[in-house]
């Protein structure tokens, strides 16, 4: 069962970086919550059967080009880590961002039912239970 959702979190990762946010929305459950970076700053989640569409058209609209890197998974009980980078610029401000990250995934039946980004490698460690 886990490498089944290592492989739904890669094909989520996938997803995500080609703004298919059908594609996302068909790994997840009808209940499952996208909780962004943002999510800490201004309460911002995606819940629903189309969350993955709604993340995608939120960072297409804030962002250009903004790609998830992978470079590690780990994976436990019901849960999928991915670490890796955040690159991207922002449509506005022409920022650039190039930063760690880590996202993790919880499972429900080959689902994901919680799909969270953290801006730090050691904070999405944490949030899966591990150190380094």
């Not at 996208?34 to 804030?62: F, M, N, W």
């Not at 670490?83 to 039946?109: N, Q």
Request: net charge positive; hydrophobic share 40%.
């Amino acid at each position: 069962m886990s490498q089944k959702n290592v492989e739904t979190m890669q094909r989520a990762m996938d997803a995500f970086n080609k703004r298919d946010g059908n594609a996302f929305d068909c790994l997840l459950a009808d209940d499952a919550v996208i909780v962004p970076v943002r999510a800490s700053l201004e309460g911002t989640t995606y819940s629903g059967h189309d969350a993955g569409t709604q993340y995608c058209s939120a960072v297409a609209k804030s962002w250009h080009g903004l790609r998830w890197r992978v470079e590690e998974m780990r994976e436990g009980d019901g849960w999928v880590l991915a670490l890796g980078r955040i690159r991207s610029r922002g449509r506005d401000s022409g920022a650039m961002i190039d930063a760690r990250a880590g996202w993790l995934a919880h499972f429900r039946e080959g689902r994901i039912t919680r799909f969270q980004t953290f801006t730090s490698r050691e904070n999405a460690l944490k949030a899966a239970g591990l150190s380094e």
